[in-house]
């Protein structure tokens, strides 16, 4: 009964470095968003997925992008880090519909970058 | 745009005592999900409770109870019998098609 994923749940990047997030779950859930926690702001929506090969921006997208290629996994890209996407990064998935629970949640992912 | 507030960044209360978190939100849309969501400092995000707009009655799990007024998109959580476990950051989400978004968040406290 894993549920939702996140690899890896922390790291330290260098300014400019770039790297890949990964969130997997095992719900077989259409849905599956990506946000980040900064303090006093709550948790933003960066990207996310109604479904598989479909991605689309949410609040705060800029210096990232996502892929969808399985149902299962929701990859989140940084290109070329920078200090401002120092934060605590969460991976969510969900179902809507009839009887409908609410969203299942990694464990987070903090990155550092200096 | 959907946003939701929640004004009260910080609460306090006595274990045992009752205490009420406020949320508002704004949207055009009639039919739409609320949650409370708990974050306690391990970082892992629990739901609570969870209100169908379209449903009149207030929902209720256990100790947590909300007010919902659609009129004026208010929804409140009520935590009764507080206790020293209910520590942590209380977050109000709202949901219509796709998007859950998320307010700011108010941290509680509760004293022994």
């Known amino acids: 009964n894993a549920g939702v994923t996140q690899t890896p749940k922390f790291r330290v990047l260098k300014t400019g470095q770039s790297m890949t997030l990964l969130c997997a779950q095992d719900?077989?859930?259409?849905?599956m968003y990506w946000y980040r926690q900064d303090p006093g702001m709550g948790l933003r929506l960066i990207h996310y997925?109604?479904?598989?090969?479909?991605?689309a921006k949410g609040e705060v997208p800029d210096g990232y992008n996502v892929s969808r290629l399985k149902k299962q996994n929701f990859l989140l890209g940084l290109e070329s880090a920078a200090p401002s996407q120092t934060s605590v990064y969460f991976c969510?998935?969900?179902?809507?519909?009839?009887?409908?629970?609410?969203?299942?949640f990694g464990s987070g992912t903090r990155l550092t970058v200096v | 745009a959907q946003t939701v507030t929640q004004s009260q960044p910080e609460m306090s209360v006595q274990e045992a005592e009752t205490v009420t978190l406020s949320c508002t939100y704004d949207?055009?849309?009639?039919?739409?999900?609320l949650f409370w969501y708990k974050q306690p400092p391990s970082r892992q995000m629990i739901l609570v409770i969870r209100?169908?707009?379209?449903?009149?009655q207030n929902a209720t799990e256990n100790r947590f109870s909300v007010n919902f007024q659609k009129a004026a998109k208010s929804f409140s959580l009520k935590i009764s019998d507080s206790q020293l476990g209910d520590a942590a950051m209380y977050f109000c989400?709202?949901?219509?098609?796709?998007?859950?978004?998320f307010g700011t968040g108010t941290r509680l406290q509760v004293f022994p």
């Open positions: 969510a998935s969900g179902q809507t519909g009839t009887g409908y629970h609410g969203y299942t």
């Open positions: 719900m077989n859930h259409e849905y």
């Open positions: 997925s109604v479904g598989e090969g479909t991605t």
């Open positions: 949207t055009s849309e009639s039919d739409y999900y």
């Open positions: 209100q169908e707009a379209y449903k009149q």
């Open positions: 989400a709202y949901m219509d098609t796709d998007k859950l978004i």
